[in-house]
């Protein structure tokens, strides 16, 4: 029997070990899309305890200690001690088998805190212990962390009125061994029928000094943050929507319903259509014309308990997967960009995983324009970064597309010890292509095998971002 979570740990012949261990291990991380707070890492962070880190922000964890029957108050309010979280956390895990966590938090505890045990009840205080001992050293401050994960680069998650200030600082720090680089996330202004839409569109407009009545005033103000943004390196954007729309809608309906937002009254759902299509159509066009790489979440069905998203807001771990089918849309949405070619690189994230044969076929109608997989299917996103998840995601780019042109694994994470995230899936990649060459599927022509794995790991998301890290020799690591 293999011992849990050794060297070989997901790896399932010789093959794949070797693809593992000889090159996608020692590749450096990339990670383009994740949530952590540049504060944490211009201020170099030093958290109080392991609670901080694992409990403070990880809607994941949440669920966990729901399905656990813990009272919300006592994961995320304040009845109960960090102590009294963690320990909470401990009683859930060993019932998780076969959910990611319980893979990550224990890669976690190895990598981060040389502990090879698991955690338990029982556990639980000699681990706190430990983890808050090593938590004291600077070697687990947020930039230990980044720096001994092999992070060379970041993209945080930010919205266009931000004055990226964090980022600024970090870049005048050259002490900080990686690269954050911010991500352009519209969201706000793209919600025109949620309450905040009519004080936030006032927030734009104070912030790029311009005065928002129509479509065009709003593009221009747009336009301005779009600037200042590419200006701090940003080379991305990322839209978290419900659905993909295609509603052609003419400037003068389109004035009226932002009219009517920005007076605080809600547009109705086709109103909310329109205007989100000549919205994503003009960021399409503008992330075009700066060179951006454009990725669309979609398929979130948020908030489902109305009565915690009131009392938590979003992303605390109250979503679900919607199952819909906006495949005539997202095709309609693409077409329209690339008949004027005015496609940007795109990366398609489904949340429903019965749309991975959709997105990895439709991907295929919009490639070419001298870029290799121009169109992604993204990483398995959120419900679907699981080892099945994950595999599955791999099958269906390799069925339909170039799998040696996938761009790889993203942390999407709001915790800093997230990046076991990578070496998870690394695993599990080789995993998968060491299986097909041992079934006699692939030739056992490592070479070309290994440099897939070093491609997929790291140095096709820096291509196709066109970070240039590669070139710049910012490898320093083992590469
Ligand atoms: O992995 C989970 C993700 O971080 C999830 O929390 C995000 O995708 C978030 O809902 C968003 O819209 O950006």
Redesign the pocket.
């Known amino acids: 029997m293999k011992p849990f979570l050794s060297e070989d740990f997901l790896l399932s012949n010789d093959t794949a070990k070797t693809l593992y261990h000889q090159y996608a291990e020692k590749m450096p991380i990339l990670d383009y899309h ?2 952590i707070n540049p504060q944490e890492i211009a201020e170099n962070r030093q958290f109080d305890n392991i609670t901080q880190v694992w409990l403070g922000g990880d ?2 964890k949440w669920r966990l200690m729901r399905a656990n029957g813990i009272p919300e108050e006592e994961i995320t309010g304040t009845a109960c001690s960090d102590r009294e979280k963690f320990q909470h956390f401990a009683e859930v895990l060993p019932k998780a088998i076969g959910n990611p966590l319980y893979h990550w938090t224990h890669l976690e505890l190895k990598r981060y805190f040389s502990y090879t045990g698991t955690l338990s009840p029982e556990t639980a205080e000699e681990v706190w212990n430990l983890c808050n001992r090593k938590l004291q050293t600077s070697a687990l401050r947020v930039r230990g962390i980044l720096q001994q994960s092999h992070v060379k680069l970041v993209c945080t ?1 930010d919205d266009p009125i931000d004055s990226l200030v964090w980022h600024q600082k970090i870049r005048e720090d050259d002490t900080c061994g990686v690269k954050v680089l911010p991500a352009w ?1 519209p ?1 706000k202004i793209l919600k025109i029928n949620q309450a905040e839409f009519a004080p936030y569109l006032q927030q734009l407009a104070a912030v790029s000094e311009t005065s928002i009545a129509t479509m065009p005033e709003l593009f221009r103000a747009l336009q301005k943050r779009l600037d200042f943004f590419n200006q701090m390196g940003c080379r991305t954007a ?1 839209h ?1 929507i419900d659905t993909v729309p295609y509603a052609p809608a003419e400037e003068s309906e389109l004035n009226r319903i932002l009219l009517k937002a920005a007076r605080g009254n809600t547009p109705d759902k086709a109103e909310t259509e329109k205007y989100l299509y000549a919205m994503l159509l003009f960021l399409g066009r503008e992330y075009a014309k700066r060179g951006w790489v454009m990725q669309i ?1 979609y398929g ?1 069905l ?1 908030n489902a308990n109305s009565a915690m998203f009131q009392k938590l807001g ?2 605390t771990g109250y ?1 679900s997967i919607a199952v819909q089918d906006c495949s005539a849309q997202l095709a309609g949405f693409l077409d329209v960009l690339e008949r004027t070619k005015e496609l940007p690189k795109t990366i398609l994230y489904a949340l429903n995983p019965g749309d991975n044969a959709m997105l990895d076929s439709l991907a295929g109608s919009f490639q070419g324009s001298g870029i290799q997989n121009k169109i992604q299917h993204g990483a398995a ?3 679907n ?1 699981t080892k099945s998840g994950m595999e599955a995601q791999l099958k269906s780019f390799a069925n339909f597309s170039v799998l040696g042109n996938f761009i790889g694994m993203l ?4 915790s800093f010890l997230s990046y076991t995230r990578h070496e998870y899936f690394r695993r599990i990649l080789c995993n998968l292509l060491g299986t097909w060459v041992e079934n006699g599927e692939y030739p056992a022509d490592i070479q070309t095998l290994g440099k897939l794995a070093e491609n997929i790991a790291f140095y096709n998301a820096d291509r196709y971002f066109g970070f240039g890290l590669a070139e710049q020799g910012e490898l320093s690591h083992e590469n």
């Open positions: 994740c949530h809607h994941y998650t996330r969201d990322d978290g979440h979130a948020r979003a992303d979503d996103w959120w419900f970064d942390t999407d994470s709001r």
